[in-house]
Structures are given as C-alpha cells and as structure tokens.
C-alpha cells in the first residue's frame, strides 16, 4: 500500500508577513511611548497626569480586542492550512488510483477473507484534516470573521457606558449592601430592617472594637498612676491591714492596668461565685430540710362556738409553758444507751439547744444531755418546801401560802435580756423557722415604754456623781436607754462635768434625730468618744469569732478582727485609764456599763467582754425579751431537735468523757527550746485521741457514730477538769492559757415573788443593779510635781479594800 505525502508547512502569505511587521512597529513605538513601570490596572496608552475613571475603556476593551484580533488571525491561517490539506490530499488520491488500476491489470489480486468469508478492504492511512476550529495544540476559537470583532467592539462599549452612568452605581451600591446585609444578620436581617437603630448601634460597637475600646487593658499611657506609685500604695494598705481581695483588686487596677469595666465585672463573677459555693450542698446535709411545726399551735378550723377566750387560751399556754424543758432521764429507759448519735451536745440553756437546731436541720441526730432539770435552766419553786407560819392576821388572810402561789413559776436567773434583736433573730430564723412562721411562733417584747425611752437598766454606782466626802453610799442612779450614746454622752456632760458633744441642731434650727448610732459629730465628750472606739474595736467581734472556729479565715483576718483579738489578752482598766485620765466619774460609769452582771473591778475584767456589754447596753435598740421567758424559746428549740429524730434529756449526772485509744508509737526526744512549760516541760505534740462518747454516774455509756462529734457548753474548766478522764489529761495535756482562768465564783441567787399585777406595783420594766466593783476611784496629784495625776483603781471602797476580788 501507499502511503500519503507528508504536509509541508504553508508559508505565510505578504498579507500575514505585513501585518506582522506592521505590528512590530506598533510595538517599537508603544515601547517608546509607554510607561515602563505600568501600575498593575491601568490603561495601556496611559499618560502621567491623565487618568480615566472608565476601567473598561481604558484597560479591559485594549486588552480584550487585541485578543480577539489574534484569534481571527489564527483562524486564518488555519483555514488557509485546511484548504491546501484538502486540495493535496485530492490529487493524492487520484494518483493512487490510476496506480492500482494499472498493477491489477497485469497481476493476479489477493485480498484477506475473515472467518464469514467477508473480504477485508484495507483502510486508508491518509489522515483526516483538522477543522479550523478545533485544534488539539491550542485553544478554541471564539472569533473568527470582522463581523465578529465589530460585535465585541460594539458589546465593549455598550457595557462601558453602562457602567459609567450614575444609574449602575446605585444599583450596584444597592445589591452591595443587600448581600451584606445577608452576610452579616442573615436570619436575624428583618428584625434589622424593622429597628435600624440596632444596625447603628453594632457598627458603634464595631468601630469601638476596631480602636481598642473593648480591651479589657488600658494603655500605657492611660494607667492611672505609674508603677512606683502604685507599689508605694499597695504597701501602704499592706501596713494597714487591708483585706486581702482588696488588695489583689488595687493590683489588678494599678499595676496590670484593668479597665473600670473588667474590674467590676471581675468583681461580679467572683461575687457569684462566692453565692454559689454558699448555695452548695455541704457534705452529709440532707437534700431538702425538714418541715417543722410550731412548738405551740391553734387550731385555725375550729368553729367559732367552740373557739375558746382569751383568758382561757393564757391559761392554757401558762400550763405549757410551767412544764419543764426536756425529758427527765429514767435509767431503766436503755434506749439512749443503744441509739447512736452522730453529736452529743453537753449542756443546758438556749444557747446549747440552738446549736443543737442547727445540727438537725443540718441533717445529724442530735441528743442534748443536761445535768439540770430543765434543760432551760428556769428555776422553780416548790409547793412541798416547808413554810413558816404567818406572824401577823393580815399576812394569814392572804389566802394561799407564798409558795403554793408561785409554785411551779419559772423564774428567769440568767437574766436573757437580748440586745440587737434584729441581729439576733436573723440568727434565730434557720433554726426555729417552722411551715407557717419564720420565727418559730417566737416573738419578742421591748423592754421599757416610749415614757422612759425604753429603759432597761438602772445603774447605781457607789460615790458616783459625788464629790466623795460623804462616803461611797451617795449616788446619782443612771437610766441606760435606747436613746443611744448621745444621750449618754449629754448625761456626762450635765451631770458628770464631761465636755459636750457635738450639736445636735441641723442648718435649719431643729434637733437632730439623737436615736442612732452616728458617732461622727464627738465633739468635747471624752465619754463619746469613748463609745465611738469601743464601737470600732467591737466591730471584728463576729469576724474573730468565726476565725476561732475556721481556723483558714486567720490569714484573711481585717483590722477590726486584729483590733478585737488584741483586747482579748488585756484588761479593761488599761484601756479606761488611757482613754478617759481626766473623769474619774465617766471612768467610773463606763466601767459599770461594761461589766453590770459579775461583781469584778475592771482590773480583772477582759477588755473584750467589757467592750462589748458596753455596745450592747448602749444600743439603740434597747433590749428585747422573748414573750414567755427562756422557756418559750426553749421549748420552741427543743421541739426542732425532736422532730428532726434527736432528743433532748434533763436530770443527767455526768461522769467523764470517753476517748478512742491510740496505737502506741515511740515517741521521739523533743527539743529543748520546743518544750510545753505550761506542761512541766513534757512535750504533747502528736495525735490526739478522739471524743467518741460521755460515761454517766451509773455506769451507763452514751457514744456517737464514728464521725460523730461531743459538744460541750459547760465551760472551760467545767469540761476539762471535771469531765475529762486524768490519764488523757495527763498524756496530752491541756488546752493552751487554761492555767491562766480561774473558776467563776459561787453565786447566790435569791429569788423575790410579789403578788399583784404590773398596774398595782407599779413597776418598771428596767432591771437595777448595784454596782459596788466599779466605785469612783480616787484620783491625786503627786506630790513635787505639778499637774500630774496617779489614777484611782476603779472598784476600791473608802477603806482601801478591793471590791469583787
């Protein structure tokens, strides 16, 4: 077979090499011309200083219509090879036919046969031409005629027009901001429409975000004061005891440079926090307290005919409140020594009953044992006692003996005048509140009347308000009220020669309300001045206190705690004497004000105890008494502890204390200079055993769970020398600053019934007290040396003898 002739290349025609040429110099002058450094989109044949706002006019339309002029040229010239292909490849044919003809002629044909006999032509190896279009070594071709270019240069300019009119940047600045708007809001883009302030607002926000205004840290050049300043104040507040947060917050703002904002919210978050541990579920603690009935209840259904009166129901709440607080103890009862309780509480008054409520709400079993017959601690009279017959006929005819009349009275001899009651009952509310009142059905009176002030005590003070040379038995009785420490600041003044206080006239002429607790205005009354660092110093009571019990707030102890913890080791005397050197009689009253109950000079009296009777005493609350005596608050405390599952016991005669026993370790020698010499130089360190339960006289043994506790409100050395077994005294030795107390001195009470009512006794409802502890000292100059002064000893008599000693 023959083969085709190879195609040879076409040269290209003087049409093509013209244009060719033509454009080389085009380009030679362009070149010329042109910047040499274009910017990236600019016009071809741009000039400095002229410069078009069309983009399509003077960069696309140059670009595009010489792209489209090669592609007509390429298809030119592709046409061109086409039709020389063709005619060549035609005469080629007729050649190869004329050829076959002629060999047949003079030779016999052989031809290939497949299976079916078919003959097998053989196939040309010409090859087919390539359309113009279609060319497997370059791209397509879009233009190819002058009518097509002439189309494009028309389309070009037709969209640069419309692009360069004001009508197409509308609508494109409208099609803009509508995919931004989708972009941006997308589900939320009607609630934008229909309130455009709030677009406002975000792009305010945003713009402040993009300047920093949202930084939670201020630039360097904004901090309020530089570092060395704020490391001097940081110190300073150090010196001054200020609380730790507070600190840590000055840091944050001074020194790191937090903005007011991330401060407070910082402040919030670490607020919420706090509420939200408090609100925790503590370990043991049930779930859900345990709903509580009043101790006394009425019946609200009952009907009207059978609703009793209002003498008959006092009757019946006076022969509720004569029973005694508690159950008797019965030593056949062998039930308290079975149960298991997870705290026993050793102990009688209102103050171990609260504990006690509180730990049943809290979720523990609690069994209160007092080794009084009412767990109250109200005593009573007994119509059995023997009576002296009556001496007079008037005294016979008095019907009824004085002891069957007050027999089974309670007679108050802890004297529960409560001071703060707004405090207290705040403190109260957790553990008497039942499911219809929050008190627990208590309710408390105020003692004294509007008349008097609310007068709760009456205070005579040997040789006070004297000049003392009749002796120390004249007095000038002073009524402490509930007009506050004005008040008794102005009775110094005018009746102990103490200077005033400030005014009490406001800029219009009128008194001022005196019945607070504002200390500022002083003034020349050394006495209100007095009260007013009695106040600060009592301040950090309850703070100390609590830091008694969680011993992890020591380290974040605030100054008035520090302050309160430093009167605890001195006496009172030191601090009157330094505090009020001038008036031996404002001495002398405030140190009946501060220790009205116990008969002890101020020498031996604590500095704390008498700070703070004397802002209990003096208070503008004045002193409250709770409706139906210790009794009724007892009572009220007690039946808490029953219904949440524990028990209250009275009439128990204890023994001693039960302790765990400890595995034997060898001890180590202990050093010398770490040696208790409270303890004869024996060193306790180590474990200490665990309380585990109380042993009774009869041999009976009360124990508690094994995480179970043994409270005791007996007193210091009520408990640890009476209760607590020598030989675990002996090896463990005693509580530090127990050698130093001294057991309280035997009281002797007497109890004085009078028969009538408060209208014919005409009674008041302050309580009197005679002072003799705190006496007028007597103060004299020093002999040889002018105007100095040796201080008196508060609590001497005329005869030199200590008083209360």
Not at 353 to 376: I, M
Not at 383 to 392: G, H, L
Not at 598 to 614: D, F, I, Q, R, Y
Not at 655 to 681: R, W
Request: charged share 25%; glycine share 8%.
């Amino acid at each position: 077979m023959r083969m085709g002739r190879i195609t040879k290349k076409r040269k290209p025609s003087s049409s093509s090499s013209y244009n060719s040429s033509n454009n080389k110099k085009k380009n030679i002058k362009k070149a010329d011309t042109q910047n040499p450094n274009p910017p990236k989109f600019s016009s071809p044949t741009l000039v400095v200083g002229q410069v078009s706002s069309n983009v399509i006019t003077s960069v696309l339309a140059p670009r595009l219509t010489e792209l489209a002029v090669k592609s007509v040229e390429e298809y030119a010239d592709r046409a061109m090879s086409l039709a020389d292909s063709l005619s060549e490849g035609d005469a080629n044919q007729k050649k190869t036919e004329d050829d076959d003809g002629e060999e047949a002629e003079g030779a016999d044909y052989e031809a290939e046969v497949d299976l079916d006999g078919n003959i097998i032509t053989p196939s040309s190896s010409s090859s087919i031409p390539t359309p113009p279009l279609n060319n497997d070594d370059g791209p397509i071709l879009l233009f190819t005629t002058q009518e097509n270019l002439e189309d494009f240069s028309t389309l070009l300019s037709d969209t640069a027009s419309h692009f360069s009119s004001s009508s197409y940047k509308v609508h494109a600045n409208a099609a803009k901001f509508e995919r931004l708007l989708d972009e941006k809001y997308g589900r939320f883009r009607p609630l934008i429409e229909s309130h455009p302030q709030i677009e406002v607002v975000f792009k305010n926000l945003q713009r402040k975000y993009a300047m920093g205004g949202f930084s939670p840290f201020r630039r360097s050049e904004d901090m309020p004061v530089n570092k060395t300043t704020a490391i001097m104040l940081l110190f300073m507040m150090h010196r001054n005891n200020v609380r730790f947060e507070a600190l840590v917050l000055m840091a944050l703002f001074c020194l790191v440079g937090l903005q007011p904002w991330a401060l407070v919210t910082l402040v919030a978050l670490g607020r919420w926090e706090m509420e939200r541990r408090k609100g925790r579920k503590v370990k043991g603690m049930p779930k859900e307290f345990k709903v509580c009935e009043p101790y006394y209840t009425r019946d609200e259904g009952e009907k009207e005919e059978d609703k009793k009166s209002e003498g008959e129901e006092r009757a019946e709440k006076y022969a509720f409140l004569s029973n005694p607080v508690g159950t008797k103890y019965n030593p056949a009862d062998l039930s308290l020594r079975d149960e298991e309780h997870d705290v026993l509480l050793l102990g009688s008054g209102a103050d171990t009953l609260y504990a006690g409520a509180l730990l049943a709400r809290a979720g523990r079993k609690v069994c209160v044992l007092s080794p009084t017959e009412d767990v109250s601690e109200c005593t009573v009279m007994s119509a059995q006692q023997k009576q002296k017959p009556a001496k007079t006929k008037k005294a016979a005819k008095g019907g009824e003996s004085g002891l069957a009349l007050f027999a089974n009275v309670p007679f108050d001899t802890r004297a529960m005048n409560i001071s703060h009651p707004a405090k207290q009952q705040k403190l109260l509310a957790p553990a008497l509140c039942t499911a219809t009142d929050a008190q627990g059905g208590i309710r408390f009176a105020r003692i004294g009347s509007s008349q008097d002030g609310y007068a709760h005590s009456v205070l005579s003070v040997p040789g006070l308000g004297t000049d003392g040379s009749s002796g120390s038995d004249r007095m000038i009785p002073v009524v402490i009220n509930a007009e506050g420490p004005t008040s008794l600041a102005e009775f110094c003044a005018t009746s102990l020669g103490d200077g005033f206080p400030g005014s009490t006239m406001d800029l219009d002429g009128n008194k001022k309300d005196t019945n607070d607790d504002n200390l500022d205005n002083v003034g020349n009354s050394t006495s209100l001045g007095y009260l007013k660092a009695c106040r600060q110093i009592n301040a950090g009571s309850a703070e100390y206190y609590l830091s008694k019990l969680f011993t992890a707030t020591n380290n974040n102890a605030s100054s008035e705690s520090n302050a309160y913890k430093q009167s605890t080791i001195q006496r009172a005397s030191a601090f009157l004497d330094k505090c009020l050197p001038l008036n031996p009689h404002v001495r002398s009253l405030m140190a009946a004000i501060g220790n009205p109950n116990e008969n002890l000079s101020p020498g031996k009296t604590c500095m704390a105890a008498h700070v703070s009777h004397l802002c209990a005493m003096t208070s503008t609350e004045g002193m409250v008494y709770p409706v139906g005596g210790p009794r009724a608050l007892c009572h009220s405390l007690a039946s808490v502890i029953e219904q949440c599952g524990g028990r209250v016991v009275s009439g128990v005669a204890l023994q001693e204390l039960l302790f765990d026993k400890l595995p034997e370790v060898e001890k180590k020698p202990a050093k010398e200079d770490k040696k208790d010499y409270a303890n004869n130089g024996e060193d306790h360190s180590g474990p200490k055993p665990r309380c585990k339960g109380i042993r009774l006289q009869n041999g009976c043994e009360i124990t508690t769970t094994e995480e179970g506790a043994v409270l005791s409100t007996l007193g210091l050395l009520p408990t640890f020398l009476h209760l607590l077994p020598t030989d675990v005294r002996g090896a463990h030795g005693v509580c530090p600053g127990l050698p130093a107390v001294s057991e309280r001195r035997p009281l002797l009470k007497i109890l004085v019934g009078l028969r009538g009512t408060k209208e014919e006794l005409d009674l008041t409802g302050a309580d009197w007290y005679r002072l003799p502890n705190a006496t007028l000292p007597r103060d004299e100059l020093v002999a040889g040396e002018t105007g100095k002064v040796q201080l008196g000893t508060i609590g001497v008599d005329d005869d030199g003898d200590a008083v209360g000693g």
